[in-house]
């Protein structure tokens, strides 16, 4: 009889608080912390307004560059957003090792084979214990591009862009012998600085020995001071010209750097950047036309590598650090194809998913179509960096620095990076296998 009067009463509670809301009370809110800053989050902002549109729940963001610090200081204050987006992976294991990041298993069913099942992150929060999706991948980032002006004199203009890493290597020398400089090369970055070259080496460890010792490396399993991880420094090295322009190349930001390819004569011809770049090329003045450039696929060592076409990602990912209503209502939203669509759009279709039922048909032809039938067709492997523990990878960051610097150190650099590794406990490392392509 007590539960009966209590089901009794559940309609007269939802009266009261529906008269309450007339009444004036604030809205129901969401509060969300994600990267995107400035002309970056308009897209981002269009989508969280149609979630209010259609649920009346509000959402407070709050966009930084630096959103892995502004987390930590808010959980560390015990006031942590409700949903986060993170774009290192790493930082959710952390979070959900700490139990201070929540599982999605009752927020998002999808079993496998799903089409939502590519976008799930199944981490472990203890090392015995099952895998639980504790993250929802929103945004995937297509790397292992490298970006030129069809029409620059003295670069790629009428020619067949490189099918090989040799065939690269001889584009290279051909512009140096012009007297041109070749790629456009920026390691400067906010908040840390670096990464622009970690991605080098992840593309060329990859290309050249196959998704099987990337995640071996990837993972902490593999030694940095191997044949392979060595081999893909002195490649790196090889073709850009390490220990040269080191100002330049240490002052420039990644963003930036590329815009040269459309200068009159241009100040570099190639630049190696993930599908993010584009906007940074489009800049933001309306009234100002976008500058001609197009892409061509990293190249593999051989003309047909044995592991198939093989792509670098890397991911913005959703997680949950308070369990409320709103909370899940944003995740269960941004799962949807509603959401996605929106994204999509308000980017100019360059906002790309994982998701298992992505059309590249959905894309306008050209240059939006060709970059998620690259997603579609190849293997993806997430960014090593963003798997591997904090300390690796800021170690990581600056060691590139150092070799651009001086590529002599690379001995002492390997070495320096294998204490890091060997002092990083297992379970520091996260561990997710590369995707098969979808088609």
């Not at 002309?39 to 930084?64: C, H, K, N, S």
């Not at 930590?72 to 294991?93: C, F, I, K, T, Y």
């Not at 150092?402 to 390997?414: E, H, K, S």
Request: proline share 9%; glycine share 10%; charged share 20%.
């Amino acid at each position: 009889m007590r539960r009966a009067a209590a089901s009794a009463l559940v309609p007269a509670l939802l009266a009261a608080v529906g008269l309450a809301a007339c009444g004036g009370q604030p809205p129901a809110t969401v509060t969300v912390v994600a990267s995107w800053s400035g002309d970056d989050a308009r897209p981002f902002r269009q989508v969280l307004d149609a979630f209010e549109r259609e649920t009346g729940i509000r959402a407070d963001y709050q966009g930084t560059r630096d959103v892995g610090q502004v987390l930590r200081s808010g959980v560390d204050r015990n006031r942590p957003p409700d949903v986060a987006v993170l774009p290192r992976l790493n930082d959710l294991q952390a979070y959900a090792r700490r139990a201070e990041l929540l599982p999605l298993d009752d927020v998002l069913a999808a079993p496998a084979g799903s089409d939502l099942a590519p976008q799930l992150l199944h981490l472990r929060p203890a090392r015995d214990a099952p895998a639980r999706p504790y993250g929802l991948s929103v945004v995937a980032h297509a790397k292992s591009l490298v970006w030129y002006a069809p029409t620059a004199s003295g670069g790629l203009a009428g020619a067949r862009p490189p099918g090989t890493w040799a065939e690269l290597l001889r584009l290279t020398g051909r512009i140096e012998s012009r007297g041109g400089v070749p790629w456009c090369l920026g390691m400067g970055a906010q908040p840390l600085s670096g990464w622009p070259g970690t991605d080098w080496i992840e593309d060329i460890l990859l290309h050249r020995s196959g998704p099987s010792v990337y995640q071996r490396w990837a993972t902490g399993e593999l030694e940095w001071r191997s044949p392979e991880v060595r081999d893909a420094w002195r490649a790196w090295g090889e073709l850009v010209g390490a220990g040269g322009r080191t100002d330049n190349v240490l002052l420039s930001t990644f963003d930036s750097v590329g815009r040269g390819m459309f200068a009159s004569p241009p100040s570099c011809f190639l630049d190696h950047q993930g599908s993010f770049i584009v906007a940074s090329y489009r800049g933001s003045d309306p009234d100002r036309p976008a500058p001609g450039f197009d892409f061509f696929p990293f190249p593999p060592f051989e003309a047909t590598a044995a592991f198939g076409p093989v792509r670098e990602i890397s991911e913005d990912v959703v997680g949950m650090f308070r369990d409320t209503a709103q909370s899940r209502a944003l995740i269960r939203y941004l799962a949807g194809e509603p959401a996605r669509r929106i994204w999509r759009e308000a980017s100019g279709h360059l906002t790309f998913t994982l998701n298992g039922g992505a059309d590249p048909a959905a894309y306008p032809e050209g240059l939006p179509r060709r970059i998620a039938s690259a997603l579609a067709t190849a293997t993806l492997c997430r960014d090593a960096s963003d798997l591997m523990p904090a300390t690796m990878t800021a170690a990581f960051q600056s060691a590139v620095l150092r070799y651009l610097d001086d590529p002599g150190l690379l001995d002492a650099l390997l070495t320096e990076l294998d204490i890091v590794r060997s002092r990083t406990p297992g379970d520091g490392w996260l561990r997710l296998p590369c995707l098969s392509p979808r088609r």
